[in-house]
C-alpha cells in the first residue's frame, strides 16, 4: 500500500476512536487515582458521581455537566472505615413519572452489616436518602428486602424509600433453635434472666416476631412465610 493510502486509513482511524471509546465512557465505572466515578443521566441532564480519596479520608462529590463545565452541587464526607479505592457505584430508575433517580455506593465494605449510601437525584439537585444493605434486592419502585441469618435465627428486613429518606418498614424474626423470654402481650424480652414466659425454638416449631422500633412481638408463624420457604 502507497505512503498515501496508509495515511489515509490512518486519519479515518482518528476520527472513528472517539465513537468507538464512547459507549464505555457513559454509566461505568471508572478510576482515576482514588476517585470512583459513574456518569448518570437523569431528566435530560448528566451528573457525574465521585468517589473520592481512601481510608479515614474519602468523600463523595457531584458534579452537573453542562455545556460550559462541570459544576458542583453536592459533596458528602463518608465514614473514616470507607475507601473509595475499593467502593463500586450503582443507578436505579425508580419507574414513576417525575421520579427521582436513587445512585447507590458500596464504599469498599463486605460483610453481612455492609451498607450502601443512597443518594437520590430529583431536577437538578442531590441528597442523601440514608443507608440500603448490600445484600438487598429490589422487590418494587420504593422497596428492598434482606435476609441474613445468626445465632439460631433468620432475618428479613425491608427498606422503604418514603418522603426521600430510607426507612425500616418490616423487621422479621425466625427463631428456629434457642429461647425467647416473652410477656403475658407477646411482649418479648430482653434480660438476662426471664422473669416471663420462656419459649423454646425448634426446627420443627420456630417462633417468628416481629419488631417495630426495636421493639419485638410474637406473631403467628404465618407471617414468616418467606422467610421460612428462604431457609
Request: aromatic letters at 8%.
Amino acid at each position: 500500500m502507497s505512503i498515501n493510502g496508509r495515511n489515509h486509513l490512518f486519519m479515518i482511524y482518528i476520527r472513528l476512536l472517539p465513537l468507538l471509546l464512547a459507549p464505555f465512557s457513559v454509566g461505568i465505572f471508572a478510576q482515576d487515582g482514588f476517585s470512583q466515578i459513574i456518569t448518570v443521566a437523569h431528566d435530560n441532564r448528566r451528573f457525574a458521581f465521585h468517589c473520592d480519596g481512601s481510608a479515614d479520608s474519602s468523600e463523595v462529590n457531584v458534579m452537573l455537566q453542562t455545556a460550559s463545565g462541570e459544576r458542583p452541587i453536592f459533596k458528602q464526607t463518608l465514614d473514616k472505615f470507607d475507601d473509595c479505592s475499593q467502593a463500586s457505584w450503582l443507578a436505579e430508575k425508580i419507574n414513576r413519572v417525575g421520579s427521582p433517580t436513587l445512585v447507590l455506593l458500596n464504599p469498599g465494605r463486605s460483610g453481612l452489616n455492609a451498607q450502601y449510601s443512597a443518594f437520590l437525584i430529583s431536577g437538578e439537585s442531590v441528597a442523601l436518602a440514608g443507608y440500603l444493605p448490600v445484600t438487598a434486592d429490589k422487590v418494587s419502585d420504593s422497596e428492598y428486602r434482606s435476609y441474613s441469618s445468626e445465632k439460631g435465627s433468620v432475618w428479613e428486613r425491608t427498606d422503604s424509600l418514603l418522603r426521600g429518606k430510607f426507612r425500616v418498614t418490616n423487621e422479621l424474626q425466625l427463631v428456629r433453635r434457642g429461647s425467647v423470654c416473652v410477656n403475658k402481650t407477646g411482649e418479648i424480652l430482653a434480660a438476662a434472666t426471664c422473669d416471663a414466659k420462656n419459649l423454646v425454638a425448634r426446627p420443627e416449631k420456630p417462633i417468628c416476631i416481629k419488631y417495630i422500633s426495636h421493639k419485638g412481638n410474637l406473631v403467628p408463624t404465618s407471617s414468616c412465610a418467606r422467610l421460612t420457604a428462604q431457609f
